[in-house]
């Protein structure tokens, strides 16, 4: 059984960087196949897709995030990091981390983190 935690804080101020880590355990972040992802849903809004990382390490973005958000991974913790650059109140959102595999559904799902950008 796959299972993903987000972890980070919960509150960043405007202009500053959000940093957000997913924790992996039943699988390997290595594993061919996978992409592990981050999304975002903003209140009152949909499921917004930020970007991803696959086993081999390849990192894909959003194209409206793309100048702002970095992804990584620390393959001895099974860990994948986002970070996203001066964040505005708009970034604030429930950050999810998934993992998707070949096809379009994500079939592991984190239990979400609350992201405030506030002053």
């Known amino acids: 059984q796959v299972q993903l935690q987000e972890s980070g804080p919960g509150l960043v101020k405007p202009s500053q960087t959000l940093s957000l880590t997913c924790s992996v355990s039943?699988?390997?972040?290595?594993?061919?196949?996978?992409?592990w992802s981050w999304i975002r849903q903003p209140p009152g809004k949909g499921l917004e897709w930020v970007g991803a990382?696959?086993?081999?390490?390849?990192?894909y973005y959003a194209p409206s995030l793309k100048s702002r958000a970095s992804i990584s991974r620390d393959t001895s913790k099974n860990q994948f990091t986002l970070q996203l650059r001066s964040v505005t109140p708009e970034d604030t959102a429930v950050y999810y981390c998934?993992?998707?595999?070949?096809?379009?559904?994500?079939?592991?799902w984190g239990q979400g983190a609350q992201v405030t950008v506030s002053s």
């Open positions: 990382i696959n086993g081999r390490g390849s990192i």
């Open positions: 998934a993992r998707r595999d070949l096809g379009p559904e994500f079939d592991y």
């Open positions: 039943g699988g390997s972040i290595t594993t061919n196949g996978y992409y």
